[in-house]
């Protein structure tokens, strides 16, 4: 269903971008502009996805809404106070392999509560717990390099969740994996977050994917200086499997609608530079 | 290269290239082809003539005082170069304004062939072990303090961002990522580090000392004992060979959690 006039934006809202703009300086003091005039809130426990054509600043969006990035204009709010700095009750999945490669899946796990000056003892103790829960029990003592992708991706999404984060922001994450991969880590990653349900800003450019996961999907247009498109409600059954749930109806209504909204941001996008 | 040979089939292989090496010194030093053997012995020795004095050498304890002198020397000038460089590396990634006004003095000094400074440590630190201790420092130094520098610039832009989302303040990312990332750095000039240590240990024994395999060298050298120099390279070869393996050992080790050359990547 397509929401018009955009979400409302609530106060509730765990994080929310008004009015944003991001810019770069390129080199040769140009300026380009990323992304501009977003508003987006994302309310606690809500499940929302990102959609648009490469370059449309994606990333760039969930990198303001971490503190990464400092806005050109406009303003992020985190639980309805300003942000500043890094966003300490977020959590991030990068795209790319993040994990400390010298250290085994265990203490990559372990040292996310380090800052909140937990125990080494219990650390350990809750870092092979989390282990556990992402299917990784008997792979704590390896080292990233000997972890399949889909593995350290297990192990990364263990080291995201264990410090309870109350958002969690998630750049592409299972972007480098096989099909088959993408699907049992979509699963894995719902039965955590039904489990213990936290705002989530998931950016993908793979629709399916956005749809099967979210209960919102918000379409960017081509870059530079990307808008917000469309936003759609996506009301299909908890709980989901990925797998399953592409063959339903519903969910091709669905996809017909939103493919109908971003193809033409796509094509835009494949005609203004090479992809 | 075509099918590589079995390990057995290569080190007879290899085997067999030392002894064809050393078949040709022989005949050579031996039977008058080039010369009369007496006048190409002078210049050459013989194989024979090199490893008895070698094994006369060896289990004469005399030479194990040269040699713990020279471990010394380069134990020392090691430590200190790679604890300096470490230091200064780290001072001057983490510092980009003073890593900029000090540039050029670095590039300038380590430009320097440091053999020059020799005479001068000899001057100032006496001919004691200290002296190439210093002249290995200079060399060592350097080394540990562009690869620890380039280490820690060369943090992995996400490793880093990640590791600042999960809440760690300064010093918990230099603990957790800079450091640990400096030391792979550092670990892989491990073995040229060490070498220059040796190098800087016996050019300055070489250039003035009373004890250490370099001044067993030269003694021999200025006396045109040929067969005592070539025993002395051997003896330094060897214990070359016996401090990389160690080094090997060690790098093994510490860098368990680095992915083996062609394997599973």
Known sequence: MRLVGGTALGHGDAVRLEDVSIAFTLKGGKRYVAVEGIDLG?????????????????????????????????????????????????????QADALMPWKTALDNVAVALEPQSVKRAEALARARDWLGKVGLATFVDRYPHMLSGGQRKRVALAQMLIRDPEILLMDEPFGPLD???????????????????????????????????????????AGPAARIVGEFKVDLARPRDISEIRLEPQFHALYKEIWSCLRVEVSRAYASGPA | MNRPVNRLGLLALQILVGLIGLAIWHVLTVYPILGAPKQIQFFFSTPVEV???????????????????????????????AAGGIAFGFLFARNALLAAVFDPYIKAANALPRVVLAPIFALWFGLGIWSKVALGFTLVFFIVFFNVYQGVREVSPVVLNNARMLGMNERGLLRHVYWPSALTWMFSSLHTAVGFALVGAVVGEYLGSSAGLGYKIHEAESVFDVTGVFAG???????????????????????????QAGGQG
């Open chain 2, 51 to 81: 490893l008895k004095r070698t094994w006369m050498e060896m289990t004469n304890p005399e030479i194990w005082g040269h040699l713990w002198i020279t471990l010394q020397e380069t134990v020392l000038a090691f430590v200190f170069g």
């Open chain 1, 42 to 94: 994302v309310m606690p426990g809500e499940f929302v996805a990102i959609v648009g054509p490469t370059g449309s600043g994606k990333s760039t969006l969930l990198n303001a809404a971490a503190g990464l990035l400092k806005p050109a204009s406009g303003r992020v709010t985190v639980f309805s106070s300003a942000l500043s700095g890094l966003n300490a009750r977020a959590g991030y999945l990068f």
């Open chain 2, 233 to 259: 390279m051997l003896i330094l070869t060897v214990f070359v060979v016996v401090i990389d393996t160690v080094v090997t050992l060690i790098e093994n080790r510490l860098l368990v959690w680095r992915p």
């Open chain 1, 179 to 221: 099909a088959q991969t993408r699907q049992i880590m979509g699963n894995l990653l719902l039965d955590l977050w039904a489990a213990n349900r936290k705002a989530v800003m998931f950016v993908t450019h793979d629709l399916e994917e956005a749809i099967a996961l979210s209960d919102r999907v918000v379409v960017l247009s």
